[in-house]
């Protein structure tokens, strides 16, 4: 018999049936089975952790795929795919507010090639929905490598926004795969931007978008769900309110909440970072912290991202409430999540849970999220113990800022596998983009 590709040597592997100190041997990019052989590559994970490749399943890579983007000034397909995986991602799910949006068949075909060409990781691509492509919404989630139609049903960053009732419920009509929602309340929002004037704190972002312009939003969508039967996403869900009252549907709902709002706290946050708080939602109190770890615990959330949003810091250093909206995160979800591991606030399988299964279930991605005999040969290898300070030196990005700088941080990646591809190792980023766009049920 051949050699396997690949043999993954003396870890502890993160199965769906538990911890198994074992080998895992790859071949033709595809999990052969839990065992030893030869094999063209070996790695020794004595003393490591081996997780399926961990899937951020919320970035703005901010590529349209039109051109070789690899100088733009904030961030590329190349370069947010290359973060990624220094990060420990294995899967990146990209979202569609490009110059130009991907909001038609041959952009999206145009960026799909250009992802295939460029990415060091997979990645899916989200569809963004306009008043103007309703009718074409079935059509376009059919795609190859698409993993969502996205609704930004109020306003955020780019210029993609479906805000009415009717609007809405045409979207929901069009197709039947699951949608993706940036929920807050267009028309709250646009009512409350009156109350504020410009150079005030940051932290009146979260005054301004405050807890019923989510909320409300939220509700809205609930009610349109259940009338259309078309099951939701509802991202970056960032209140109490909002996870308590999403529990009662499950039938149509899932959930995901970002790092940011598990990690970060108002208004401490707004006083050491400033602009470098300001993201959509906003970060919120520590009541909506609290809340939203319990809804980790309780099962409530099925998802983790980092909606990576890079900006330059030069549109970040606008007074409020100019200031571009949104934080890098790519790079760092992983190491952030581990330090909460190892804070004892949740365990290293519910991790696994959130940023593997889940978004592989939510989204339908094929042959992701799960280390099991025929599933893609994804690995992220952590060492639980390593101790690391977050440096802004370290990010690739071209914006080159996190909001995580000067973090001390327990558990770090420190390999990436990406069907049998070691494209991280230490730090290093090893080979040629070898990323491929996923396919989805």
């Known amino acids: 018999m051949n050699p396997f590709d690949l043999v993954i040597k003396n870890g502890t592997c993160l199965t769906p049936w538990g911890r198994v100190r074992t ?19 070996v790695i020794d994970a004595t003393g490591l952790m081996v997780l399926p490749g961990l899937i951020d399943p919320h970035v703005h890579l901010r590529d349209a795929g039109a051109g070789d983007a690899s100088g733009a000034t904030v961030e590329s397909i190349p370069t947010g795919t290359k973060a990624a995986v220094l990060g420990g991602i294995a899967c990146v799910f990209d979202m569609p507010n490009t110059s130009p949006a991907a909001t038609d068949a041959a952009t999206l075909a145009t960026k799909r090639a250009y992802a295939g060409r460029n990415a060091w990781c997979d990645i899916g691509l989200y569809v963004g929905a306009t008043k103007s492509n309703i009718a074409t919404l079935g059509a376009l989630e059919a795609e190859p490598g698409v993993c969502a139609i996205k609704v930004f049903a109020g306003s955020s960053t780019g210029d993609l926004l479906v805000e009415d009732d009717e609007s809405l419920e045409r979207v929901m009509r069009s197709g039947r795969r699951r949608i993706a929602y940036h929920s807050e309340d267009e028309y ?28 409300l939003g939220t509700r809205r969508l609930m009610a349109l769900a259940m009338r259309t039967g078309r099951p939701a996403h509802i991202l970056h869900v960032s209140t109490a309110e909002e996870l308590a009252y999403l529990r009662d549907y499950r039938e149509v709902a899932t959930v995901e909440v970002l790092v940011n709002h598990l990690t970060q706290i108002a208004p401490d946050a707004y006083e050491r970072l400033g602009a470098y708080a300001v993201m959509n939602p906003p970060i919120r109190d520590r009541r909506h912290w609290e809340a939203a770890w319990a809804a980790v615990a309780d099962g409530t959330v099925d998802c983790i991202g980092s909606d990576h949003a890079p900006h330059s810091r030069e549109a970040k250093a606008r007074p409020w409430p100019d200031t571009a909206a949104g934080l890098t995160g790519v790079q760092t979800v992983v190491p952030v999540m581990l330090d909460h591991v190892n804070a004892g606030r949740l365990s290293l399988e519910r991790l696994v849970d959130l940023m593997c299964a889940g978004p592989a279930r939510v989204y339908g991605a094929v042959g992701k999220g799960r280390l099991a005999a025929g599933y893609d040969g994804d690995f992220t290898l952590v060492d639980m ?43 290093e980023v090893l080979g040629a983009p070898a990323g491929k766009v996923v396919p989805f049920t």
């Open 188 to 215: 709250r929002l646009r009512e409350r931007r009156k109350l504020f004037h410009q150079g005030q704190p940051y932290a009146k972002h979260a005054e301004w978008r405050d807890v019923e312009c989510a909320f």
């Open 385 to 427: 113990g390593a101790e690391r300070t977050i440096e802004e030196s370290a990010i690739v990005s071209p914006c080159g800022w996190t909001p995580f700088a000067g973090m001390r941080v327990k558990g770090w990646p420190v390999a990436t596998v990406v069907r049998g591809n070691v494209v991280m190792r230490d730090g």
């Open 23 to 41: 080998d895992v041997a790859v071949r033709h990019g595809r999990i052969a089975g839990f065992h030893d052989g030869e094999a063209r590559q």
